[in-house]
């Protein structure tokens, strides 16, 4: 497929490592201007410094998603930078798994709060600059745990499933204004957050999966270009399963 992304600007939280980094990779090499975000600057900047001969407008952020003050001023430098903001892919995201009756308030808290209310802030931050632009496109990072609930991860799933809800309200609000918001609910994908899993537990979740084997970055990275680009511009308010066909 054909994408421009020329002088549009593309903010991807969780950018450091796995599915983000692979996303932004992507966008650099089709020469966006890109801002990357994680809590981890260091990480940031040594990605900034692979990607700088394929794009010379990056912009590394230090920022923990779940303070919506934070992310208010961080849009605020980015369009006094880029000039505007055409992409957010809100894909920062962790995990503090236990079963309900084990699992800490403080677990439920902090995933919640940089899951979902995370993407809250995004999407706030950004369809102010989006509205007045009448031009937008945000995608946002859901799981088929969303879909699906799982054992021991009552709070992740719980964010994903209402990040689904979250996209159809926004995809609602923005839509006259030409701002499409889209979910993708990845199943398993080769990342550090999988390499966590047991040796024997990635084989029977592989056995359940028709395609035999777990995604990769690149796999989300492309369905990602998609949605961000005009070919999918009559797509709003969905939630893309890729998954290898394990939810069917
Ligand atoms: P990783 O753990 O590899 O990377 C997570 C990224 O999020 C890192 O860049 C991390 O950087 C950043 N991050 C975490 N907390 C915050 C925060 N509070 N503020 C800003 N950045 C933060 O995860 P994956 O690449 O595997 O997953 C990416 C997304 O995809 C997540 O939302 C995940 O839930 C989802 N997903 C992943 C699947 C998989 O199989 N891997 C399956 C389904 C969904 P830092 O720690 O420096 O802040």
């Given at each position: 497929m054909n994408y421009k992304f020329n002088n549009k600007t593309v903010v991807i939280t969780g950018a450091s490592r796995g599915i983000g980094k692979d996303i932004a990779i992507h966008?650099?090499?089709?020469?966006?201007?890109?801002?990357?975000?994680?809590?981890?600057?260091?990480?940031?900047?040594?990605?900034?410094?692979?990607?700088?001969?394929?794009?010379?407008?990056?912009?590394?952020?230090?920022?923990?998603?779940s303070s919506l003050d934070d992310f208010m001023k961080a849009t605020k430098s980015i369009e006094k930078k880029f000039g505007s903001i055409d992409v957010l892919i809100n894909n920062a995201g962790i995990?503090?798994?236990?079963?309900?009756?084990?699992?800490?308030?403080?677990?439920?808290?902090?995933?919640?709060?940089?899951?979902?209310?995370g993407c809250?802030?995004?999407?706030?931050?950004?369809?102010?600059?989006?509205?007045?632009?009448?031009?937008?496109?945000?995608?946002?990072?859901?799981?088929?745990?969303g879909l699906s609930g799982n054992i021991g991860q009552a709070n992740y799933a719980a964010s994903k499933a209402g990040i689904i809800g979250l996209t159809k309200s926004a995809a609602?609000?923005?839509?006259?204004?030409?701002?499409q918001v889209n979910a993708i609910a990845p199943g398993?994908?080769?990342?550090?957050?999988?390499?966590?899993?047991?040796?024997?537990?990635?084989?029977?979740?592989i056995n359940k999966i028709p395609l035999n084997k777990f995604g990769k970055v690149s796999d989300v990275s492309n369905l990602v270009l998609f949605l961000a680009s005009n070919n999918s511009n009559y797509i709003t308010g969905q939630?893309?399963?890729?998954?290898?066909?394990?939810?069917?």
């Open positions: 966008f650099a090499n089709l020469n966006a201007n890109i801002v990357l975000i994680s809590r981890n600057i260091a990480d940031l900047k040594n990605l900034e410094s692979q990607l700088k001969s394929k794009s010379n407008k990056i912009k590394s952020l230090q920022l923990d998603v995990t503090k798994d236990n079963l309900i009756l084990r699992l800490k308030e403080s677990d439920w808290d902090s995933v919640i709060n940089v899951n979902l209310k809250f802030n995004g999407i706030k931050a950004v369809s102010k600059y989006m509205l007045k632009q009448k031009t937008g496109k945000i995608i946002n990072i859901s799981s088929i745990i609602k609000e923005l839509g006259s204004r030409n701002i398993y994908i080769e990342t550090e957050m999988t390499d966590q899993l047991k040796a024997e537990t990635k084989t029977n979740f939630t893309i399963t890729i998954d290898g066909g394990l939810t069917i």
